[in-house]
């Protein structure tokens, strides 16, 4: 039976529930609804006040299917813009200030949200003592178009606000907000190195699988897509565009001129994602992130065989040598980096590999870093996976991420050593 918990924040009181002898309090607002004229524009302070019922999961950002569904599975869950919310696991709403972790979701900026079953952070928080935040920020076109004389980069400005709510807060969860890491897979991670070339409020980060080969997109690359998909939605300025259903907004990403003008990049990169647009991130990205590996103690890691999970891809010639140039090139050259500018940095290789058509594809760490595996129950990529090696080696990821959140050192040595991590 579950039992009520309580934390109380400056702003109100936050009721929430235990379960499992870890409290976990839903979707708590960090900032306000970004919709109507809110849409398209920074994130603005949440204004609740008084007593907050956080026992009941909230909704995604509105999003498609995920393209890795055939890998990964599907899941379901409610969507509205109405969605920058967070959620948070604890020991206890005590002051006994643990470590905290902040989850970034993957999901390629369009799809995906921070506290789906997948990313479940009751096992790390029981397992750890820790202190586990999911957070949802805006995705697609709503979180990442960019037009001119406009803020670029809002669903980056999101994870940054639900940084500084996280500072501001945790410590009536029993967080220490001096102990925060950051932690992100695929496009959270891509978004942990981006605000990390501007003014970071965290100097401890684990990079799950960040696709820093593809780049960055320029202003004029992210305008044309944007005026694309101004076109495919019948309109022709952002005021226009405030009015159209979010219905329409996602339809749009498969209009063909849209593709067109993603094509015509030639970068294989994602619709959507953070732009070098010269005010919210720097112009020249690849500058700004060799210098940005100095900012944090890192935890890296990529998977033997990333592009199997995409559509199209496999585990042939061509489909390593993508994955080598957009995944694991970038994740070593990271943990030198940091590790050159005098940051503690440990490099890890997902191995696992269940099947022979998805091998240690994209995705295949998450369900061993959150010990979620029930969640990935008919998961395709996990099909025929021993049950008793899959626990031992989520329990040895476990250990070891749980050890760099802590502030200490994995049971490995550090980069350019490259743990392998593999079921046996």
């Known amino acids: 039976m579950n039992e009520s918990c309580t934390a109380r924040l400056k702003a109100g009181t936050v009721n929430g529930q ?23 524009a920074p994130p603005q302070p949440a204004a609740w006040q008084g007593t907050l019922d956080a026992t009941r999961p909230g909704p995604v950002a509105p999003q498609m299917p995920s393209r890795l569904r055939e890998a990964m599975g599907d899941f379901d869950a409610a969507q509205s813009e109405d969605c920058l919310h967070l959620t948070v696991w604890a ?30 952070g009751a096992p790390l928080a029981t397992a750890g003592d820790v202190v586990v935040v999911g957070v949802n920020y805006r995705l697609a076109a709503l979180g990442w178009l960019c037009l001119p004389g406009r803020t670029a980069n809002v ?24 102990r925060i890491t950051v932690m992100g897979q695929s496009a959270g991670a891509s978004s942990i190195c981006a605000m990390l070339t501007r003014a970071p409020r965290f100097d401890r980060a684990i990079l799950q699988s960040a696709a820093l080969g593809r780049g960055f997109r320029g202003a004029d690359q992210a305008e044309a897509i944007a005026h694309a998909i101004m076109r495919a939605c019948g309109v022709s300025d952002l005021d226009a565009l405030r009015d159209v259903p979010v219905a329409a907004l996602l339809h749009a990403q498969q209009d063909a001129g849209v593709l067109a003008a993603l094509d015509a990049e030639g970068a294989h990169r994602s619709l959507f994602g953070p732009v070098a647009d010269g005010a919210v991130l720097p112009q020249d990205m690849h500058a700004a992130l060799d ?11 990529y998977t033997r065989d990333e592009m199997a999970a995409f559509p199209g891809m496999g585990r042939d010639g061509p489909g390593q040598a993508l994955g080598e140039s957009i995944f694991g090139a970038p994740a070593r050259a990271w943990a030198a980096n940091a590790a050159r500018l005098g940051r503690q940095a440990w490099l890890a290789r997902f191995d696992v590999a269940p099947t022979e058509r998805f091998g240690a594809c994209h995705c295949i760490d998450l369900p061993f870093v959150f010990g979620t595996l029930p969640a990935y129950t008919g998961a395709p990529m996990l099909a025929g996976l021993d049950p008793r090696e899959a626990r031992a080696l989520a ?3 476990q250990r070891a991420w749980l050890a760099f959140i802590r502030g200490e050192a994995p049971d ?10 593999a079921a046996h």
């Not at 235990?18 to 398209?40: H, M, N, Q």
């Not at 210098?291 to 890691?301: C, T, Y």
């Open 18 to 40: 235990r379960r499992g002898g870890v409290c976990r309090f839903d979707a708590i607002p960090y900032a306000a609804p970004p919709v109507g004229p809110l849409r398209w």
């Open 91 to 120: 020991p206890a709403p005590d002051g006994a200030r643990r470590p905290v972790v902040v989850w970034l979701h993957g999901g390629a900026w369009q799809s995906g949200g921070g506290a789906l079953p997948w990313y479940d």
């Open 155 to 178: 669903g980056l400005l999101d994870q940054e606000a639900a940084l500084d709510w996280v500072i501001a807060n945790i410590d009536a969860f029993g967080g220490d907000p001096a």
């Open 395 to 397: 329990d040895r990821t």
């Open 291 to 301: 210098a940005a590996a100095g900012l944090a103690d890192v935890l890296v890691s």
């Open 412 to 421: 490995w040595p550090a980069a350019p050593h490259q743990q392998l991590l």
